[in-house]
């Protein structure tokens, strides 16, 4: 089963500009994360934000979470080519030990 | 510091034959270990996962198992293999308290043919 859904599925911006993904899920969550990765490769983590926190911050990347919403944001700012990969959101439901992964959205800065 | 190995990088295989793919842990112990696969151009789908040695949690009725031999080896197999089977397999540890975040190895390539 998916948890999150990301949105859009792809996102073509120009180096410099700002990129701004949407990530919403189904039941109540502990806490959601943000993953990159980047073609071929294995997942890395970027940020975790709690069900009790609105919104958190590592160097160029913004998270955002609405718990009514039951949605979150990724802004990454004044992005860079080395920005180019896919973005996945990964939700835990409250009885369950893994976390669930949307489907992810690619990302392509140019230069 | 913590790493995961995880092998081969890539494989081919012929439809009906065996799979072992193995992932171990180092640095840490007790991790909760992970199975996720993961279709071209898709999410991850959550295979299995184990919270300790023989503890297997299975996530979609298949043709493929998991085993946990010792405390941070995780064993994905299957006896016989599907052309549906292919795909970007990634091993992946966390405390183990569990919905914390994971740390992912880099991945294994199948190809079934």
């Known amino acids: 089963s998916q948890q999150g859904e990301e949105d859009p599925q792809a996102l073509s911006i120009q180096e410099g500009e700002n990129a701004t993904m949407n990530c919403s899920y189904k039941t109540s969550i502990n806490n959601l994360q943000w993953y990159r990765q980047n073609s071929g490769r294995g997942l890395v983590h970027l940020i975790l934000i709690r069900s009790n926190e609105r919104e958190k911050h590592s160097g160029r990347l913004r998270v955002t979470l609405d718990t009514s919403k039951k949605s979150s944001s990724l802004l990454i700012t004044a992005s860079r080519a080395a920005d180019t990969a896919s973005y996945f959101c990964?939700?835990?439901?409250?009885?369950?030990?893994?976390?669930?992964f949307g489907k992810g959205t690619t990302l392509s800065v140019s230069s | 510091s913590q790493t995961i190995h995880q092998w081969p990088a890539t494989l081919v295989q012929p439809v009906g034959s065996p799979l072992s793919l193995e992932c171990t842990v180092e640095?840490?112990?007790?991790?909760?270990l992970y199975w996720y696969r993961q279709a071209a151009g898709r999410g991850l789908q959550l295979l299995f996962y184990s919270v300790g040695i023989g503890q297997i949690s299975s996530e979609v009725p298949q043709n493929l198992s998991a085993s946990r031999p010792q405390d941070r080896q995780f064993i994905l197999s299957s006896k016989k293999l599907l052309l549906s089977d292919s795909g970007f397999y990634l091993c992946a540890w966390s405390g183990a308290a569990g919905n914390e975040k994971l740390f992912f190895g880099s991945g294994t390539q199948l190809s079934v043919l």
């Open positions: 640095g840490t112990s007790n991790p909760n």
């Open positions: 990964a939700t835990d439901e409250s009885a369950r030990t893994a976390l669930i």
